[in-house]
Nanobody, 122 residues
């Protein structure tokens, strides 16, 4: 059974930075496409960024230029570096192993982490 565990969330002031990590374990195969999502209170889940195993990345317009997704394939870990944080970035952030992506399109798979809370104060 594949497990995803996120970490790195917390409380930060606007303009600050946080780095989230998502570690995958239990897979018999190499982890391929991965993505970060977030869900803010009262809002739908939003795809934030995704990355292929080869390192191709794609970002939501709302985070372009501020967030950077990266991965360490040897560690089965994906990261989300978040800079210039805004109060509207406040959400629970989840990682996911994706099924397929093409450009900005991302098809989420069945495996999700438990989420990590990011709160940005104004």
């Amino acid at each position: 059974q594949v497990q995803l565990v996120e970490s790195g969330g917390g409380l930060v002031q606007a303009g600050g930075s946080l780095t989230l990590s998502c570690s995958a374990s239990g897979s018999r195969f190499s982890i391929g496409l991965m993505g970060w999502f977030r869900r803010a209170p009262g809002k739908q889940r939003e795809l934030v960024a995704h990355i292929t195993r080869g390192g191709n990345t794609n970002y939501a317009d709302s985070v372009k230029g501020r967030f950077t997704i990266s991965r360490d394939n040897a560690k089965n870990t994906v990261y989300l570096q978040m800079n210039s944080l805004k109060p509207e970035d406040t959400a629970v952030y989840f990682c996911n192993i994706g099924r397929y992506s093409s450009g900005s399109y991302y098809s989420p798979g069945d495996y999700w982490g438990q989420g990590t809370q990011v709160t940005v104060s104004s």
